[in-house]
């Protein structure tokens, strides 16, 4: 994590992909908007990561919704942090829920959820859910638009 307010360290430039999860810088930018109550989304609908136990790669389409608090998270560092899980062998539940919470413990939002919508392997689609509370008052939080699992299009 890079210092508030400190120059982020992947925006306007080149940047490879972290090697891992843990090797990966997140970048935290004022908030623009500070006092306001929004949200914000980021979808991945191709993410990927590997079973820890075949090391076949899974994937799913991840959908981060999140009320900013002082900060917001720079979006190239937030890619390259999805991408390092690439060559991250983890549980579909450790995965989404540790996604979650170390952008809540580091940028320290208002709200945050994270759902992860895993494309079957053995013929069960899994989807996992996390938040860190309850929702502010009078924040607008729209449906994830994700459908129930029918071929995930």
């Known amino acids: 994590m890079t210092d508030i307010g400190a120059t982020p360290l992947h925006l ?4 490879s992909l972290p090697a891992s999860p843990e090797e990966a810088v997140l970048d935290y930018v004022p908030n623009p908007r500070a006092g306001s109550l929004f949200l914000v989304r980021f979808a991945a609908p191709e993410f990927t990561s590997l079973c820890p136990v075949t ?7 991840i959908v981060i ?14 890619k390259l942090f999805l991408g390092a899980f690439r060559n991250h062998a983890g549980f579909h ?20 959820r994270i759902g992860g919508y895993w494309y079957p392997r053995g013929g069960i689609p ?14 607008w939080v729209p449906d994830q638009g994700v459908a129930p699992y029918r071929g995930r299009g």
Do not use: C
């Open 12 to 15: 306007g430039q080149t940047s």
């Open 55 to 61: 090391g076949q790669p899974d994937f799913a389409h």
């Open 65 to 78: 919704d999140y009320a900013p608090g002082a900060t917001i998270v720079e979006s190239k560092s937030l």
């Open 93 to 112: 539940e450790d995965v989404t829920v540790g996604i979650g919470q170390r952008l809540f413990a580091e940028m320290n939002p208002q709200w945050l």
């Open 126 to 139: 899994i989807d996992v859910f996390w938040q860190s509370g309850p929702a502010p008052e009078g924040l």
